[in-house]
Nanobody
């Protein structure tokens, strides 16, 4: 099981920025992909951004151009830089890792991001 620890959430005003970081217990090169999901209040969990071991990146339409996912293989971390934040970005953000041929999914504990209007 991959242990994932998120950090960097908090309260920010609309238009502001936050940077989330996820530290993995395994080398990123051993993982199929990593990414970020979020769960807004009263809604289902949704994809935010993912990055594969080969470097392919995918963003949700709602964050394209505002959020940037990146990874540091030396530190085994994946970051999410969030700019131009909107109140609708308010959610619990979860780090996720996918491993192996069976595509096993591990989740972090989540970090709260609140954007005030």
């Amino acid at each position: 099981q991959v242990q994932l620890v998120e950090s960097g959430g908090g309260l920010v005003q609309a238009g502001g920025s936050l940077r989330l970081s996820c530290a993995a217990s395994q080398r990123l090169s051993s993982l199929n992909s990593m990414g970020w999901y979020r769960q807004p209040p009263g809604k289902q969990r949704e994809l935010v951004a993912t990055i594969t071991s080969g470097g392919t990146i995918r963003y949700a339409d709602s964050v394209e151009g505002r959020f940037t996912i990146s990874r540091d293989n030396a530190k085994n971390t994946v970051d999410l830089q969030m700019n131009s934040l909107k109140p609708e970005d308010t959610a619990v953000y979860y780090c996720v890792a996918v491993t192996g041929r069976v595509l096993k999914v591990d989740w972090g504990q989540g970090t709260q991001v609140t954007v005030s209007s």
